[in-house]
Nanobody, 122 residues
Framework: VQLVESGGGLVQAGGSLRLSCAAS????????MGWYRQAPGKERELVAA???????YYADSVKGRFTISRDNAKNTQYLQMNSLKPEDTAMYYC?????????????????WGQGTQVTVSS
């Protein structure tokens, strides 16, 4: 499975962006999908994840601002990011796991995208 992200860019604080991640094949069998981010000098963190059944996980830092969704018919997942803050600036990576959200929280995944840069100016 190849994952290709799009939708990153430069936005002012308080603005919004929507990231998309398209998979190269049917991802219905993939149990969980999610978005990680990594800023320079910081550890990678799981921002949001969604199971095949629609159960979601969000990092505390983005709860109430970010929404993850998936469209299995289009082999695509999305991350809607609202009320963006400068601290959201990072490279965002799409990931997919044939296990569970819990394993993604532990940093384990089976498939990884090339990343898309999100920069939030103050």
């Amino acid at each position: 499975v190849q994952l290709v992200e799009s939708g990153g860019g430069l936005v002012q604080a308080g603005g919004s962006l929507r990231l998309s991640c398209a998979a190269s094949r049917n991802i219905f069998s993939v149990s969980a999908m999610g978005w990680y981010r990594q800023a320079p000098g910081k550890e990678r963190e799981l921002v949001a994840a969604i199971s095949s059944g629609g159960t979601t996980y969000y990092a505390d830092s983005v709860k109430g601002r970010f929404t993850i969704s998936r469209d299995n018919a289009k082999n695509t997942q999305y991350l809607q990011m609202n009320s963006l803050k400068p601290e959201d600036t990072a490279m965002y990576y799409c990931a997919a796991s044939e296990e569970t959200i819990a394993t993604m929280i532990l940093g384990r995944y089976d498939y990884w995208g090339q990343g898309t840069q999100v920069t939030v100016s103050s």
